[in-house]
């Protein structure tokens, strides 16, 4: 539940959402989806109410990114060009190496025509994700969020989708909520939340100084 929390984002900023489980985080990205209703307070994008927009208009402007992406059982071309018919050689090309899965394609026998199975189910996490956010860049969606999108992925695997989220950025708006710390580190900026409130916000290296929690948190986490 959240608690008259406020925040603004700018344009081509990366914001990470971190906190520990139940603080609300899912909840803001649910509400920036319009898959909950907004019945008190305003979420504006680009100045105009959520409320006047609808779910198609929402679609085209903004891409999720989950733990489990759906892929089609098709090749991986194909996949790419659900978002965009015309998709040329380029574009598609240009979209998988900012993704970090070029290489990993290339080293297929059948390459961007592979078939990758119902669900993606011949692709690792990683390669699912990575390939959601290839689509992403080709449908240019212009806000991308990131939902605790490298909580289950090792370490070198997650390597892969940060090295993805950084070559996004400066380009597109990009939202993260984040079980690992580590994913959100060079964001822009980091809200903490705590029992649906902002607790405190700044950047990686500020929040460590600021803010015991976050600093306990990140801790624990590198421990493991």
Do not use: W
């Not at 609300?24 to 504006?44: A, H």
Request: with cysteine; glycine share 6%.
């Amino acid at each position: 539940m959240l608690d008259h929390i406020s925040f603004h984002v700018h344009a081509n900023e990366t914001v990470a959402f971190v906190g520990k489980s139940g603080v609300g985080k899912s909840t803001i990205f649910s509400l920036l989806c319009k898959m909950y209703q907004v019945n008190e307070g305003k979420i504006t994008i680009d100045g105009v109410d959520i409320n006047e927009l609808d779910k198609s208009s929402i679609r085209d402007n903004i891409t999720v990114i989950s733990q489990n992406p759906y892929i089609f059982n098709l090749s991986i071309r194909d996949n790419l060009r659900l978002v965009k018919n015309d998709l040329t050689e380029e574009e598609m090309r240009q979209a998988c190496k900012l993704a970090c899965l070029d290489e990993f394609i290339e080293a297929l026998p059948d390459q961007y025509d592979t078939l990758i199975g119902e669900g993606g189910v011949n692709l690792s996490g990683g390669e699912k994700q990575r390939l959601a956010i290839a689509r992403a860049l080709i449908q240019k969606t212009e806000i991308i969020l990131f939902d605790e999108a490298t909580s289950a992925l090792d370490n070198e695997t997650q390597s892969h989708i940060q090295k993805a989220i950084e070559n996004l950025q400066k380009d597109y708006t990009i939202l993260i909520i984040a079980h690992r710390l580590s994913t959100v580190i060079h964001s822009n900026r980091i809200l903490f939340l705590n029992d649906g409130k902002i607790e405190a916000e700044g950047t990686h290296q500020s929040l460590l100084k600021s803010n015991k929690e976050y600093c306990k948190l990140y801790e624990a986490e590198m421990k493991k």
